[in-house]
């Protein structure tokens, strides 16, 4: 009898134990969403009033597509060409001297007020693009 009993008990705490677990799973997941809504509106924003006259999320237009392009190119280097491309040309960096000449010689307009944060945000935006509403 002391077994079953035993058993009972492990059971139920084994099951209030993996309620509890699975409400925080859940809890912390839905609260990292609206931190990434948060931070892709705001990437959205910055995106569509600097960079999107020149540039399209998943087409070549003046200048090429940003979506994905942290997967083509390093978070460092990017903040340094987004900042100040003619700059990062003078240095001799190869990769931003073969786009300048690829797209003819077109300058890219500098953002030197933008913040890492800015920049990371517009960086996230283009690779989580539009976040689609879920119909409930």
């Not at 677990?21 to 859940?26: D, I, K, M, Q, V």
């Not at 994905?68 to 001297?97: C, F, T």
Request: net charge neutral.
């Amino acid at each position: 009898m002391k077994s079953v009993r035993l058993h009972n008990r492990l059971t139920t705490l084994l099951l209030k134990s993996f309620t509890v677990l699975l409400f925080f799973t859940f809890s912390l997941s839905s609260f990292s969403q609206d931190v990434d809504e948060v931070r892709q509106k705001e990437g959205k924003k910055l995106f569509k009033s600097l960079c999107a006259s020149c540039h399209k999320l998943d087409r070549k237009l003046i200048g090429p597509a940003l979506g994905g392009v942290e997967e083509r190119r390093e978070n460092d280097w990017l903040k340094a060409w987004i900042k100040n491309n003619a700059e990062l040309r003078a240095s001799g960096d190869a990769d931003a001297i073969a786009i300048f000449e690829e797209y003819n010689g077109s300058n890219m307009t500098a953002f030197p007020q933008l913040s890492d944060k800015n920049v990371d945000d517009i960086l996230y935006y283009t690779t989580v693009g539009e976040i689609k509403k879920e119909v409930v």
